[in-house]
């Protein structure tokens, strides 16, 4: 009698997969972020349950409608304008593999929503982003002070499976976590803005919604009172 046995493994993710999955692992990282350093209140947050246990907060949104970021009850325009930079503008990106880099940065404000002169930038979360020649799109994240916070176990070229991704979601929210009780509370004030960087095959005319190529002094920000 013979008998032969087989290593059982993950199947490599679909483009179409990948890209989901890596538009889910943007808003995990930044909503979570958002969340547990309090940029917005509690309430505006609503628990999502994800594969294989993952669980995260992200803004409260309509769900009824598809793609839409309106809000359910009483309209915040800063969690709305938070939640159409993602929905609207990086998930294109992402969709297109024109993004290459984003970060989440966070500056002291005055109370009227100016920025404070000569004030040192508070934290800022970076996501890098390697898109393979299957299709499969491949994210790390980071601090400021270069603190891993998020990295696929895969490499350019490489299957990456769903097993793996959901896992690695699970442990950079427990990252973030971490972080976060290692950090002094946010000013009362603060400017928070979202910066992104090209991919070098995106055209020089390309525009999206919420995003303005700009300097750095003029980037889009809003105030959290």
């Known amino acids: 009698m013979t008998t032969s046995a087989q290593k059982?493994?993950?199947?490599s993710l679909t483009e179409s997969q990948s890209?989901?999955?890596?538009?889910?692992?943007?808003?995990?990282?930044?909503?979570?972020?958002?969340?547990?350093?309090?940029?917005?209140p509690e309430n505006r947050f609503r628990d999502v349950y994800w594969a294989n246990g993952v669980q995260f907060p992200t803004l409260n949104y309509d769900r009824k409608e598809e793609n839409k970021l309106s809000l359910r009850k009483v309209e915040?325009?800063?969690?709305?304008?938070?939640?159409?930079?993602?929905?609207?503008?990086?998930y294109e990106m992402i969709e297109k593999k024109y993004l290459k880099k984003l970060s989440l940065s966070i500056s002291k404000a005055n109370p009227d929503g100016t920025s404070v002169e000569h004030e040192p930038l508070q934290e800022r979360y970076t996501?890098?982003?390697?898109?393979?020649?299957?299709?499969?799109i491949f994210v790390n994240g980071k601090t400021k002070d270069k603190t891993m916070i998020f990295q696929q176990r895969g490499r350019k070229n490489e299957s990456f499976d769903?097993?793996?991704?959901?896992?690695?979601?699970?442990?950079?929210?427990?990252n973030i976590v971490?972080?976060?009780?290692?950090?002094?509370?946010?000013?009362?004030?603060?400017?928070?803005s979202i910066e992104v960087e090209f991919t070098k095959n995106t055209p020089k005319d390309y525009k999206t919604r919420?995003?303005?190529?700009?300097?750095?002094?003029?980037?889009?920000?809003?105030?959290?009172?």
């Open 210 to 225: 919420h995003f303005v190529r700009c300097n750095p002094e003029d980037i889009t920000q809003f105030n959290n009172k």
């Open 127 to 136: 996501l890098n982003y390697t898109y393979a020649d299957d299709g499969q």
């Open 8 to 11: 059982i493994r993950n199947v």
């Open 178 to 192: 971490g972080i976060n009780a290692t950090l002094k509370p946010l000013p009362e004030h603060i400017l928070v």
């Open 162 to 174: 769903a097993t793996n991704m959901t896992k690695e979601v699970k442990q950079m929210i427990r």
């Open 19 to 40: 890209v989901r999955i890596c538009k889910t692992s943007t808003n995990a990282f930044l909503s979570s972020i958002a969340y547990f350093r309090k940029i917005f």
């Open 76 to 90: 915040d325009p800063n969690v709305t304008l938070f939640a159409k930079w993602l929905n609207e503008g990086v």
